[in-house]
Each structure stands twice: as C-alpha cells, then as structure tokens.
C-alpha cells in the first residue's frame, strides 16, 4: 500500500480541473495524425480531436438532419446554444459536481453494504478522480460528463429509495425517469439503467412498482431513440427492420458487429481496453462471491446486504461483454466509467497501480491529441 496525503476535497476538485487541461496542453504537441485541425481556432484547437470538429459542423447547420437523427442531440444543441467555450466550461463544473456525487456515492453503497469506508479508500477516491482514465473526454467538448453526472445520480437516487417515505419515492420514481430521458439524449447505453429496476423486481419488497417504473423508464429512453432512428434509416440506409439499435451505423462507419472487431490489425484497440475489461471481470467475480457468501449467511436467495453492489457489478459486466464482442472497443473505458463510476473503488491502490493510471491517463491524453484510438 501507498500514502496519499491529500485529504482535503478542495484541493482535489482543483487538481481534477486542472490535470486534464494539463495533459491535453501537452499532448497539442504532438502532430496531429490526421490534420484537421481549423488554425483559426488557436489553443482551442487542442479539445477538438477526433468527432469533436463534426459536431461542430453539425451544430452550425451542417449535416444538421444526420445530427438529430443518428447522433444523439444533446451535444450538437448545447454547442449551437452557448458555443465550445461553455461547453469546455459546463464540463468543468459537471467534473466537480461528479466528484462529489462519486465520494457520496461510494459511502452510501459501503454503508448498504455494511462495509466501512475507511480514509484510506476515500484517498484512493481522491487520487482516481484526479488521474480518471477517461478524464480526456470529461474535459473536452463532449457529453461525457453529462451522462457521468446523470448516472452518478442516478445511483445515487435509486439506492437511496429504500430508506425513504412513500411519498418521497414517488418524487424518486419522477427523477429516475426524467433523467433517464436526459441520458437518452446523449447516449444509447441509457436503456440498460433499466436493469437496476428489474434488480429491484427480484431484490426488494416492491415488485410490482419496480415492473411499472422499468416500463416507464425503458420506454421514455427507447421510444425518442427508436424513432430518431427510423427517420434516419428511411431517409439515409433503407431498410426493413429497424430494431437494431445503432447498430447499423456503426456497421457502415467502423466495420463493427458481432466478433467484426477480433482481428490482427485491432489488437492494440483491445489492448487499451484491457485494463477496463480487468477491472471489470475482477468486480463482477468479487461482489458475485459476496453475494454467494449472503445467500448462506441470510438463508436467502437474494440478500439486500450485498445486492445493489452486485447489481452495478452485473451493469458493468453487461456493458463490458455489449463493447467487447460488438462495439469498437477503445470506447469501453468511458462507457463503463461514467455509467458504472462505483467500480473504481475496486481499483488495488499500490504503487504499480499508481504508476499504471498516471500512465493510461497521459497515453490517454496523447493519443486523442494525435488524433489516434482512444475510447
């Protein structure tokens, strides 16, 4: 184990909005691989690799029906409503409020757990939202901490329920699904938070209310996405069935399906996704041995001890194998690490470890400054 001395959250709100920002300054000397770059954009330049410059385009009116229809919206809107500089500053404020709601959240899941969380882990808190993997495309243009936000809410929110009035959880019932609405907006993956309902189905005293709200939920996420992209099918790619969800497009554009992305060629993509897909598996198996451990103790086949963990555990492991075997697969880290920020407290704090996030952090950086893979 290592020491880290930096307790007081100020300073590591401070260090988590600046640190990216750093990186990223850095990584603009590195030549672009692909440039394309607007020189008129001067320092601004640095946040604007890889689809950034799209959807910039897109919000200036360019290809601005493919937008709506095969994006998703929230990001065009906002960079047509207040411009790259707020959203660069929206960004900034989102990482704190994410910061915060991340240390609440990782107290509040030890403490139904029943685990301490003890100074060391919140150190170790500290340190990982500073050096966050995907701290690249939480600070540049992107909706990333949006949906990172939202979903720490979420969880936070969902969690939180049980301990409530009646009263209190219909109001969380309305939250739940609005946000599921606003994570719609900015990515398809929302529709899998619908599984934490369908946990509370099998896991808690209130079957019948957790059936309606996983309905209401998929639906309010489903339904603006499907129609989005049946618009965008008949006008853009004919075809008969549109059920599959993006998938087409991602087809078109990157070669990806089941097993398409297993080749030679992809092996360092998968490379970079090896820490994430670790990290993963090792939580899954961890939280799952906790779960059998409670199902001898409880004499219970669901034990609420150790459930809402192992819940997240199986929302991780469902995105993980999603990305793995049918997406481009650098862009695992920040789908699980904003949709699942909870498994970063399972990270071992040495100082290999240590050394591993500074280093995936600042190949990170460079790799989207070169307008290379990088989630």
């Keep these: 184990m290592i020491t880290w001395s930096i307790d007081s959250i100020y300073v590591v709100l401070l260090l988590r909005t600046l640190v990216p920002y750093i990186c990223l300054l850095l990584s603009s000397l590195v030549p672009p691989h692909i440039p394309v770059y607007d020189k008129r954009m001067g320092v601004i330049r640095v946040f604007l690799s890889w689809d950034v410059e799209w959807f910039l385009k897109i919000a200036g009116g360019g290809y601005s029906t493919e937008a709506r229809l095969a994006f998703f919206p929230a990001l065009p809107f906002l960079l047509r409503e207040i411009g790259i500089k707020g959203v660069l500053a929206l960004n900034v404020v989102l990482r704190i409020i994410n910061a915060v709601l991340q240390i609440k959240l990782c107290q509040h899941l030890n403490r139904l757990a029943g685990e301490a969380c003890t100074p060391q882990t919140i150190r170790k808190l500290h340190f990982l939202l500073i050096f966050s993997p995907i701290a690249v495309f939480e600070t540049v243009p992107y909706t990333e901490t949006l949906f990172g936000c939202l979903s720490t809410m979420f969880l936070l929110v969902y969690s939180s329920m049980t301990l409530c009035s009646k009263k209190a959880q219909v109001l969380g019932y309305v939250a739940l699904v609005v946000m599921g609405i606003l994570m719609g907006l900015v990515r398809n993956t929302a529709v899998f938070h619908a599984g934490y309902f369908m946990f509370g189905v099998i896991f808690l005293s209130r079957p019948i209310e957790e059936l309606v709200l996983s309905v209401c939920y998929f639906l309010s996420v489903f339904l603006p996405l499907k129609r989005r992209l049946e618009q965008y099918y008949g006008m853009c790619i004919p075809l008969k069935n549109v059920s599959k969800i993006y998938a087409n497009i991602q087809n078109k554009y990157w070669g990806v399906g089941f097993l398409n992305y297993w080749k030679i060629t992809n092996l360092p993509r998968f490379l ?54 049918l997406a481009n697969v650098e862009i695992l880290p920040r789908i699980l690490l904003s949709s699942c920020p909870s498994i970063l407290t399972h990270v071992p704090f040495n100082r290999s470890t240590v050394y591993m996030i500074v280093l995936i952090s600042t190949l990170g950086a460079g790799l989207f400054g070169a307008f290379l893979p990088w989630t």
């Design 272 to 325: 970079l996704a090896l820490p994430s897909t670790f990290l993963c598996l090792s939580y899954m198996f961890t939280e799952g041995k906790k779960w059998i451990r409670g199902v001898y103790q409880e004499r219970s086949a669901f034990p609420r001890s150790t459930s809402f963990k192992f819940a997240v555990a199986t929302h991780a492991f469902v995105l993980t194998s999603i990305v793995i075997f």
